[in-house]
Antibody, heavy 116, light 107 residues
Framework: QVQLQQSGAELVRPGASVTLSCKAS????????MHWVKQTPVHGLEWIGA????????AYNQKFKGKATLTADRSSNTAYMELRSLTSEDSAVYYC?????????WGQGTTLTVSS | DIQMTQTTSSLSASLGDRVTISCSAS??????LNWYQQKPDGTVKLLIY???SLHSGVPSRFSGSGSGTDYSLTISNLEPEDIATYYC?????????FGGGTKLEIK
């Protein structure tokens, strides 16, 4: 069965960077794009961007360019999202989700808290 | 960006009721509209894709319809496990965008 297992909750200092991971299983990793979605009470669900694990090609929401960098490791079937120059505005739950004309499977979410 | 509006942020209904949740796009999206369910523990699941196609394993009491800018999700015969927040999402144009969500509660 398809599973997307995300890394655990993070507490990081303002100004730091963090890398979140999403390990895929139950399907061929390179057959589907992996997308990332941010959820906050204020802004709701926001699409961050996507990566094609086959080619490494990426697409980003303009709002998150410079904030997020997406990568994928085909050898471990894992997608990564690095977030840099963190502020309190980056505190959120982040989801990875598989895409084929819809987000058909989602990870359980990673809670990121940015605080000193 | 295409704005997705779910005008009803919360909805209360009784078990067995038929419930309709609406979603409106700021421009036509040619039926490129999906619906998701988010449970209180944060778990997100796909319900409906391309306006009206039921995702595998989703109960048939869920259905979707719409065209142009206006879309809806209907749950017939409401069951306790349907307590959740429901989101629409358009994929007509990047960036993909979501509605603000409709929280469904049981009376």
């Amino acid at each position: 069965q398809v599973q997307l297992q995300q890394s655990g909750a993070e507490l990081v200092r303002p100004g730091a960077s963090v890398t979140l991971s999403c390990k895929a299983s139950g399907y061929t990793f390179t057959d589907y794009e992996m997308h990332w979605v941010k959820q906050t009470p204020v802004h709701g669900l926001e699409w961050i961007g996507a990566i094609d694990p086959e080619t490494g090609g990426t697409a980003y929401n303009q709002k998150f360019k410079g904030k997020a960098t997406l990568t994928a490791d085909r050898s471990s079937n894992t997608a990564y999202m690095e977030l840099r120059s963190l502020t309190s505005e980056d505190s959120a739950v982040y989801y990875c989700t598989r895409w084929l004309l819809c987000f058909d499977y989602w990870g359980q979410g990673t809670t990121l808290t940015v605080s000193s | 960006d295409i704005q997705m509006t779910q005008t009803t942020s919360s909805l209360s209904a009784s078990l067995g009721d038929r419930v309709t949740i609406s979603c409106s796009a700021s421009q036509g999206i040619s039926n490129y509209l999906n619906w998701y369910q988010q449970k209180p523990d944060g778990t997100v699941k796909l319900l409906i894709y391309y306006t009206s196609s039921l995702h595998s394993g989703v109960p048939s009491r869920f259905s979707g319809s719409g065209s142009g800018t206006d879309y809806s999700l209907t749950i017939s015969n409401l069951e306790p496990e349907d307590i959740a927040t429901y989101y629409c999402q358009q994929y007509s144009k990047l960036p993909y965008t979501f509605g603000g969500g409709t929280k469904l509660e049981i009376k």
